[in-house]
């Protein structure tokens, strides 16, 4: 039997996944111009769903973008791509990208900006095995991109910042890279966010460090906070992290990975330490609340038509 292919929307239409696509003149395509947003569903709960849609619009309009649907129609964009390929544990990729234009960079001359929902299934242990484990990180020398440059307060489709810092960590043998700012604080990984713990509080790079602050980020700081920990938002020095008690990333796919070694120094007793395990442990009762996200199989309408 030929499995039945993902349906993925493009531009009000859906199309299986082989014949999904974008012109070669899209600025998205040719010059990363364009952003995105990466969307976990658990459950049938879209995880965060305001949240992401927020930095979504925000991210489009730092870049003069124009995202050529209302809030409500690109949720039911959304909803409609996960119903359609009947998901309930998901991941979503959500694109939009500057539209066709000619080979020149303006982007006047792209007349429409493209809608993409990309949505995959994502099995709900997924991970598990770096959870329990923790990751190794390299500090590298490719430092983030500036706040007065494309800082990566926008979600945008230019992500080469971080191919190069990953590939860095993977030539040197560890799973990914804490990058440093302009001024050498540090950021951020690749593609999530830090947190350490030291003396029993927990510290996280503020966004003026270059990071992209993250869904999960604010969510973990809220959910520490309410299991009563101090979380400081604090500018954090490459030694702060190596005589850190805990370490920890987060990031919506990956949700939390325990840091156990920086730069070959391993991180307290290199074990995955006991608040970070707490917090994971808190965060799996929370990602599926439907308090926390769009129940899209129940009540999508009337929370759509209540916006
Ligand atoms: N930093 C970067 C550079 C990212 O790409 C991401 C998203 N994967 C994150 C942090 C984590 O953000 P979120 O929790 O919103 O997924």
Request: aromatic share 8%; with cysteine.
């Amino acid at each position: 039997m030929v499995a039945k292919e993902p349906l993925v929307y493009v531009d009000g239409q859906w199309f299986p996944k082989s014949s999904a696509s974008i012109s070669v003149y899209d600025h998205g395509m040719l010059y990363g111009d364009g952003v995105f947003e990466g969307i976990r569903v658990y459950k049938g709960v879209i995880f965060q769903f305001k949240e992401h849609l927020d930095r979504l619009y925000s991210s489009a309009k730092s870049i003069k973008l124009q995202v050529p649907l209302t809030p409500q129609d690109l949720t039911r964009a959304i909803v409609e791509t996960l119903k359609r390929n009947g998901l309930k544990d998901a991941y979503i990729r959500l694109v939009v990208t500057r539209g066709v234009g000619d080979l020149g960079v303006d982007p006047r001359k792209c007349r429409k900006a493209s809608v993409i929902v990309i949505t995959e299934p994502v099995d709900p242990t997924f991970g598990m095995i770096t959870k329990q484990k923790g990751i190794s990180v390299i500090f590298s020398s490719v430092r983030r991109d500036a706040v007065d440059a494309t800082t990566h307060e926008i979600k945008s489709l230019n992500y080469l910042n971080s191919v190069m810092a990953k590939q860095e960590a993977l030539d040197a043998g560890a799973d990914d890279a804490l990058m440093l700012d302009r001024n050498g604080f540090v950021s951020e990984a690749t593609t999530t966010n830090l947190f350490i713990v030291k003396d029993g509080d927990i510290f996280t790079p503020p966004s003026t460090s270059g990071i992209l602050p993250g869904v999960t980020r604010k969510r973990i700081i809220h959910l520490s906070r309410d299991l009563g920990y101090r979380v400081i938002e604090k500018a954090l020095t490459p030694f702060d992290v190596t005589n850190a008690d805990e370490a920890f990333l987060t990031g919506t796919l990956s949700e939390i990975v325990p840091l156990v070694t920086v730069r070959g120094i391993t991180v307290g007793d290199g074990k995955v330490g006991a608040i970070t395990r707490e917090i994971m442990e808190s965060f799996v009762k929370v990602r599926s609340d439907p308090k926390d996200g769009l129940p899209i199989y129940q009540e999508t309408e009337r929370i759509v038509n209540r916006k």
